[in-house]
């Protein structure tokens, strides 16, 4: 990977430092804060390598919390792979904690509230009170339960954890501001009733509280010093100050700072729809390499240095956009041109018979394993007297700037000979089904004997040496760039995303393991699918070696 990249401070360094400074602060401390509820996507790598990059940064502390206050869509298998992520992008958290953990100091904060006059039982239905929220402008219908006196209200809450009630019959309210002009404040809900079977809690509890009351007081019960979260919660940052005023808690208290979430084109990212497209099984799962998932970008062959790298890149920003894939792309390119050992297969076979050599004729040549790291070393590979070339790298009319094999013309074999093609071979439908070749022998390891001039170098596999693969060469998931915007992203899905066709790969493969990384020449960064069984292996192509970013950026320059 390219060294650091220097880059000013974002606003949120520049706020942390401030704090550290003035000594508001003397630990910077963070926390990334999934809810167990479904897998990690890149969007939550953004914000891990944010959380955790801090930390590291400023010699701090960063928790993994689980924010499980919605039994019904938690469970175990997203905690665990949500764990395993994390630790593959390279991150270690300081404690690992749950928002069930606070259940009980949480119950007492409300009795507090409930004490203070500051919260009620409420037992509209959340369509009524929906029906009464008023607009921006219009305050709301105060709710008949809203002047419940203390004690009516302390019993009936009590009996709500005592599981009296019915799912949905009564929740607990936070008596603020029926006018605000902010949604969120006019008595948002802190607890409601459920009667479910939490992954942790088991049935200990029937009342959860709310995101807004888990959060900030989670934060504070940690010493988070900094909550960062994305902007949709910066309506909801007036309840966060107002729950930890309201309750009494001292200072320091956490400070929540929100940045843009990070889109990205060609795919959603929302993990209601991406449990869509697995649950109706679009993809195959998860980890199926098409999804913006963590460990779908890893079963492609993103490598985690790629993905830090492009959050680098990305920063954070205070507003909105979506960010091309051709970005995420480049980043896995730069990390994989460095450590990819090169090999060579054949997607698309043409036989070629090299005339000027005897039946069942082989000897080994040399290749070098990777050109931008000498510590690679090299590797013999099997030349023989019948080889494969790629199909697209001969052409029976060549236009004028075509510099690959044609009829009499001459190109390099990688790290072989130099041939020309002398004859094609037909079969009755006309179809190209053999190359008749000659090869220079003065030409070995490919060599320019006497100067001349060879425009092209192409790639091959012995047609006696070669192990056939099963490679999988991805599209991306959906037609258009930002499929969110589309009224039903299931039909914007393109029906072209996934091509198998079968490799002819150097006998170099027979060796390897899954989630290796290959380039093969001349066509892109593969890496091993899990897949892989003793008799068959399988590829997924991570990304072709054209970078259009990389041009992209050019033409910007
Ligand atoms: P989704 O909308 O995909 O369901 P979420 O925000 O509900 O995601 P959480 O598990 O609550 O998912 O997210 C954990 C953390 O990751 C939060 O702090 C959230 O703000 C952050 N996060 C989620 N999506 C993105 C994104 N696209 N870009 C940056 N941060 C994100
Ligand atoms: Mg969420």
């Known amino acids: 990977m390219t060294n650091k990249i220097s880059r000013a401070k974002n606003f949120i360094e520049e706020i942390i430092e401030k704090d550290l400074e003035e000594g508001y602060v003397k630990e910077v401390y963070t926390r990334f804060p999934p809810e167990p509820n479904g897998y990690l996507h890149i969007g939550h790598a953004k914000a891990i390598c944010l959380n955790f990059g801090i930390k590291e940064k ?18 175990e298998e997203y905690v665990n792979a949500i764990k395993e992520d994390i630790k593959w992008l390279g991150f270690k958290w300081d404690k690992e904690c749950y928002a069930s953990d606070y259940f009980e100091q949480l119950y007492e904060w409300a009795i507090i509230l409930i004490k203070k006059g500051l919260a009620y039982v409420c037992d509209l239905s959340p369509e009524e009170v929906s029906a009464m929220r008023g607009t921006p402008t219009v305050p709301a219908t105060p709710s008949p339960y809203r002047n419940r006196s203390v ?12 599981g009296e009630f019915p799912d949905g019959s009564r929740t607990l309210r936070a008596k603020i501001d ?21 992954h942790r809690t088991g049935n200990k509890w029937c009342i959860y509280p709310t995101y807004d009351f888990a959060h900030g007081q989670s934060d504070y019960i940690e ?29 320091p208290r956490p400070k929540q700072i929100e940045f843009a979430r990070l889109n990205l084109s060609y795919t959603v990212m929302s993990k209601r729809k991406l449990l869509k497209l697995v649950q109706d099984k679009y993809v195959f799962g998860w980890d199926d390499p098409r999804m913006p998932t963590i460990c779908g970008l ?23 956009n979506v960010i091309q894939l051709e970005l995420l792309e480049h980043c896995v390119r730069e990390d994989l041109n460095q450590k990819a050992i090169r090999i060579m297969a054949v997607l698309n076979p043409l036989k070629v018979v090299i005339t000027n050599l005897p039946q069942n004729y082989e000897e080994e040549l040399e290749a070098i394993n990777n050109p931008e790291d000498p510590t690679a070393g090299t590797r013999k590979i099997k030349f023989t007297n019948e080889i494969f070339i790629e199909r697209d790298d001969f052409l029976e009319n060549p236009p004028k700037d075509f510099y690959r094999l044609y009829l009499n013309n001459e190109v390099r074999l990688r790290y072989a000979y130099i041939i020309k093609c002398n004859e094609i071979v037909k079969d009755n439908n006309g179809n190209i089904v053999e190359l008749r070749c000659t090869i220079d022998p003065a030409s070995r390891g490919g060599k320019s004997p006497d100067g001349r001039k060879i425009k092209s170098t192409i790639h091959w596999v012995s047609a006696k040496y070669y192990v056939p693969c099963e490679v999988r060469l991805y599209d991306k998931l959906f037609k258009s760039e930002v499929p969110d915007e589309k009224e039903n992203f299931i039909e914007d899905i393109n029906p072209n995303s996934l091509t198998i066709v079968t490799g002819y790969v150097e006998e170099y493969v027979k060796n390897v393991k899954p989630y290796e990384h290959y380039q093969f020449e001349r066509i892109g960064y593969f890496v091993v699918d899990p897949d892989t069984t003793s008799d068959k292996i399988v590829f997924n192509r991570t990304v072709t070696l054209k970078d259009d970013y990389a041009k992209k950026l050019k033409k910007t320059q």
Do not use: Q
């Open 58 to 75: 400023y010699n701090g502390k960063c928790n993994l919390r689980f924010d499980d206050t919605n039994p019904e869509t938690e469970s």
């Open 151 to 162: 004690e009516e209200n302390l019993d009936l809450f009590i009996r709500m954890k005592n």
């Open 178 to 198: 029926l006018a605000s002009p902010n949604m969120h404040m006019r008595d948002p809900v802190l607890y409601r009733i459920k009667h479910m079977t939490h």
């Open 223 to 251: 010493g988070i010093t900094h909550s960062i979260c994305t902007l949709e919660f910066e309506v909801h940052r007036p309840l966060y100050e107002w729950l930890l005023e309201a309750i009494g808690l001292p200072h």
């Open 298 to 320: 890893r079963r492609r062959g993103f490598t985690p240095e790629s993905i830090r790298k492009f959050a680098e890149i990305v920063g954070v920003a205070k507003r909105e």
